[in-house]
């Protein structure tokens, strides 16, 4: 797999190197911001992937995103980036052919979350929410920039498909709270788990006006296994550390007995 590297600083380059050096396959070739050179490259070889910095003196990482995929449509666009970028600020071309986001400084765990995205290897998210909750790509765990936005995701795995609103959110995530600070801790949460699934190049949420809607496709969750009759690790804790987890713990017995009765 080729992927190039378009910074104007050497000093990213060598980070980039030293992250991805004797842990991936990929053929790597590092730029400046010399746009002749990178399109002929683009040109003569089939590039997997081109990772490219925002802000740099002779060319926007946007606008060098658009003449690359103009040129090769198969290629995906990952941007790194030190500002607060969302997909909503690229054009259609070029948010359909984005895998992911860096945010500087990343971590080396996100970048090989994207390589192996690229890679076509990890594109099923995992998530366990049987003990304490976590989330996989692959093997490599998700990392949420905060607490709240990870336990909100939690919640939203719980409502297993159905749409969950601000008002349930913050009934249960912060129910001590008055309204005015309750909702603006709920859009940090959205606003933080939404900057991680673009991180690790998974948008399975459906941002909405005052609700959050899950796109289950390519997702596997041990809880969504036990609702169904399958096999699961179910021993009595669900979500431990979250205090409306509780309400979930007598149905799960329930299904646990009754997929038990039937082996």
């Known amino acids: 797999m080729k992927i190039i590297i378009v910074d104007d600083e050497m000093v990213a380059h060598h980070t980039f190197l ?3 050096i004797g842990k991936t396959d990929a053929d790597y070739r590092f730029f400046k911001d010399d746009v002749p050179a990178i399109e002929d490259y683009i040109r003569k070889n089939k590039v997997a992937a081109a990772f490219l910095d925002v802000s740099m003196p002779s060319v926007n990482g946007f606008e060098l995103a658009e003449k690359l995929v103009a040129l090769d449509g198969d290629l995906r666009i ?3 980036t030190g500002l607060d970028v969302t997909p909503e600020e690229l054009s259609p071309a070029v948010r359909e052919r984005t895998a992911g986001f860096l945010y500087k400084p990343y971590d080396p765990d996100e970048l090989r979350n994207l390589l192996a995205v690229i890679e076509g290897g990890a594109r099923k998210l995992t998530a366990r929410m049987f003990g304490s909750f976590e989330c996989f790509v692959g093997e490599v765990p998700v990392r949420f920039s905060s607490n709240k936005s990870k336990e909100l ?3 939203l795995l719980a409502y297993d498909g159905d749409t969950l609103s601000m008002t349930d959110a913050i009934s249960q995530l912060w129910p001590d709270l008055d309204t005015d600070k309750s909702k603006s801790l709920y859009r940090d949460a959205v606003w933080r788990l939404r900057k991680t699934l673009q991180q690790i190049g998974f948008n399975c ?3 909405r ?3 959050l809607v899950l796109d289950k496709e390519n997702i596997e969750c041990d809880y969504w296994d036990l609702k169904r009759g399958l096999s699961s690790e179910y021993r009595g804790e669900f979500c431990k550390s979250y205090d409306w987890s509780v309400d979930y713990l007598a ?3 329930v299904k646990e007995e009754a997929k038990n009765r039937r082996t």
Request: hydrophobic share 65%; net charge negative.
């Open 205 to 207: 949420v459906e941002f």
């Open 18 to 20: 030293s992250d991805v």
């Open 78 to 80: 990952v941007f790194v």
């Open 209 to 211: 006006r005052a609700c």
């Open 153 to 155: 995701f939690a919640l």
């Open 251 to 253: 149905a799960l017995d």
